[in-house]
């Protein structure tokens, strides 16, 4: 059964930062893309990034432009979301997830592999 595991969430102030990762086998990350996705409490699950297979195209949501950045490594068994100026608005329980296919999407459905999420807290 294929996994991912997202992990480096945790409490920071506003205007700091965490970097996420998201790991799993080389197998199951493939020539596949890979998606970030949050879901705050009370509101339902939204898209924040999206990395291609081959890393060369990233696509990010409007309120983490310039802010977040998704990126993956070499033998593509790890994909991070390095997070700066974080907001109070940004606190969720972020989820990795992969795709089957290999461009980037903002759809979930899209998406066939999930993690379980790791919580981000940015306080005020």
């Known amino acids: 059964q294929e996994q991912v595991v997202e992990s480096g969430g945790g409490l920071v102030q506003g205007g700091g930062s965490l970097r996420l990762s998201c790991t799993t086998s080389?197998?199951?990350?493939?020539?596949?893309?890979v998606g970030w996705f949050r879901q705050a409490p009370g509101k339902e699950r939204e898209f924040v990034s999206s990395i291609s297979w081959g890393g060369g195209q990233t696509y990010y949501t409007d309120s983490v432009k310039g802010r977040f950045a998704i990126s993956r490594d070499s033998a593509k068994t790890i994909v991070n979301l390095q997070m700066n100026s974080l907001k109070p608005e940004d606190t969720a329980i972020y989820y990795c997830?992969?795709?089957?296919?290999?461009?980037?999407?903002?759809?979930?459905?899209?998406?066939?592999?999930w993690g379980q999420g790791t919580q981000v807290t940015v306080s005020s």
């Open positions: 080389a197998r199951t990350f493939g020539s596949r893309a």
């Open positions: 997830a992969v795709s089957p296919n290999g461009w980037v999407s903002r759809n979930q459905r899209d998406y066939d592999v």
